[in-house]
């Protein structure tokens, strides 16, 4: 559930409602009986710790003498687009 709250109200509450952000909660910020931002804690990413890794990374099999030639292949086959123009 939303509390709704004024940009107002927000600045005059800031470290409350950033307690409260960080206990679950949620805030939707109005402007003219409008929602224009919802702050929320950030969804927990999952990490991989860098030992994990490289635990991974020492199940592969080794590089053989054509990975470079394969990669060559690879990349020839693909279709090369231009890149989008930039907005002047």
């Known amino acids: 559930m939303e509390t709704k709250t004024s940009p107002a109200d927000l600045i005059d509450r800031l470290r409350d409602v950033l307690d409260r952000i960080q206990a679950g909660a ?11 931002a919802v702050l929320a804690a950030p969804a927990a990413k999952p990490s991989v ?24 292949a690879i990349r020839a086959e693909q279709s090369r687009s ?5 907005d002047e």
């Open 26 to 36: 949620r805030f939707a910020t109005e402007r003219d009986r409008r929602v224009v």
């Open 82 to 86: 231009e890149p989008p123009a930039w």
């Open 49 to 72: 710790a860098l030992g994990e890794v490289v635990e991974a990374m020492a199940t592969l099999p080794p590089v053989d003498e054509d990975f470079a030639a394969d990669l060559a």
